[in-house]
């Protein structure tokens, strides 16, 4: 799985990058993760939505909490059955919860922009760097 190393920033360009944990999103080996947009409306128990691997069109996403800002992640292509996508970590905050994911990456997976949204609050700026990547055997 990748994993990003990410910043948070609140108050628009005017606000400061403070640290905002680890993420753990789909990883293909050579073909990074390019667009993650997901949400939740069960207060991050579970996310629906969609995600592109650089060289791809969209896929279908599904995702169930396990335990706190873990996912067990399932991709659909089309008219497809439900596939296993890993193991994710959405969000770095206990006991607050993720309920949203909207990024994108101009340099194929190396780096994620966009926002993210907590419960209780609106969305904040995020950027991640990767870490690194195991694809899923």
Do not use: H
């Amino acid at each position: 799985m990748a994993a990003y190393n990410t910043l948070n920033r609140w108050g628009g360009n005017s606000g400061q990058w403070v640290q905002g944990g680890t993420f753990v999103i789909g990883c293909r080996g050579n073909q990074g993760v390019v667009g993650v947009n997901l949400t939740s409306n069960d207060g991050g128990k579970t996310f629906t939505g969609q995600m592109t691997y650089a060289g791809e069109g969209p896929i279908d996403v599904q995702a169930t909490q396990f335990m706190s800002n873990n996912y067990q992640v399932e991709n659909k292509w089309g008219s497809s059955s439900w596939q296993p996508g890993g193991n994710w970590v959405l969000g770095a905050r206990s006991p607050q919860p993720l309920v949203g994911i909207n990024v994108s990456s101009n340099d194929d997976g190396q780096t994620l922009t966009g926002n993210i949204t907590y419960e209780g609050e609106g969305p904040i700026d995020f950027q991640g760097t990767l870490a690194g990547c195991t694809p899923p055997t």
